[in-house]
């Protein structure tokens, strides 16, 4: 088993959440895993991207090379089209579809989802309104990898683990949005694919 993973988004969204749980998820799977991550700015809004790569057997390097991930998991539409170029021909992209909008020329919405409909496998969902529907737009994230979670080859009962392991702290309502977020996403994604 080997899957290689780009993780974008902008700070602030939740992306090192993202990673967080799936390196969880893996090692608790008994998986390698090597990771390195990128953060543009360290205030909110700067982009955020890592290369994350699980093995069952030995992984030589933490980077992932142009045209070799499996998947993308985007938190915002126009950071998952940066990284298209490492994206395997048959790999998935998962995006959410709601923009972050910091820049004064951001990029004409309805032209970026045209774009993310010319990639084979993709799921593009409004993980925002979903969250924002269960309770909490800060879940928004675990939406996204719920929706990618059918892709993961990592059983789900571990990804769960993982939410509980990584929020436990901040209490019990805390997990439950999160989980209620990740199911809701899986569903969209199950459904939709």
Known sequence: MKIDIILAGVGGQGILSIAATIGYAAVEAGLNLKQAEVHGMSQRGGDVQS??????????????????????????????????????????????????????NYPDEEALKKEVRKVKHH??????AIA????????????????????????????ENAIHTLFGRKGEEVVNLNLEALRAGRKFSLENQ
Do not use: C
Not at 96 to 102: E, V
Not at 123 to 128: N, R
Not at 135 to 157: E, H, Q, R, T, W
């Open 51 to 104: 290369h994350m790569r699980l093995s069952d057997q030995e992984i030589a390097s933490d980077l992932i090379p142009k045209g070799k991930a499996d998947m993308i998991i985007s938190v915002e539409p126009m950071e998952s089209l940066r990284y298209l170029p490492y994206l395997s021909k048959d790999g998935w992209l998962i995006t959410n579809t709601k923009p972050f909008i910091n820049i004064d």
């Open 123 to 128: 799921i593009a969902l409004d993980a925002d």
């Open 132 to 159: 924002t529907e269960l309770g909490s737009v800060k879940s928004a994230n675990m939406v996204i990898l719920g929706a990618a979670s059918p892709f993961l080859d990592i059983s789900y009962d571990k990804l």
